[in-house]
Nanobody
Framework: QVQLVESGGGLVQPGGSLRLSCAAS????????MGWYRQAPEKQRELVAL???????SYVDSVKGRFTISRDNARNMLYLQMNSLKAEDTAVYYC?????????WGQGTQVTVSS
């Protein structure tokens, strides 16, 4: 099972930017879909963005135009560039690897958007 470790979270003011990283223990080249999810306090975990092995992406409407997901298959890394952050983006962000027969999760990284 691939192990995932997120980093890059923190406290940022509204309008600011953060870049989240997810390091995978194994090769991600064969993993068809990887994604970022988030969970705010007292809310269900929700999908933020997905990226396929070939680079196709999709985003939840609330982050379109502000967030960019990318992956570096050679370095076994997944990224989420977050710009124009809003208070409602505050959540724990999780990295996910969907191998079809198995879904792996990281431990999460906290993102807090506040003045």
């Amino acid at each position: 099972q691939v192990q995932l470790v997120e980093s890059g979270g923190g406290l940022v003011q509204p309008g600011g930017s953060l870049r989240l990283s997810c390091a995978a223990s194994g090769r991600i080249l064969s993993i068809n879909v990887m994604g970022w999810y988030r969970q705010a306090p007292e809310k269900q975990r929700e999908l933020v963005a997905l990226i396929t092995r070939t680079g196709s992406t999709s985003y939840v409407d609330s982050v379109k135009g502000r967030f960019t997901i990318s992956r570096d298959n050679a370095r076994n890394m997944l990224y989420l560039q977050m710009n124009s952050l809003k208070a409602e983006d505050t959540a724990v962000y999780y990295c996910n690897a969907d191998e079809g027969f198995r879904s792996s999760w990281g431990q999460g990284t906290q993102v807090t958007v506040s003045s």
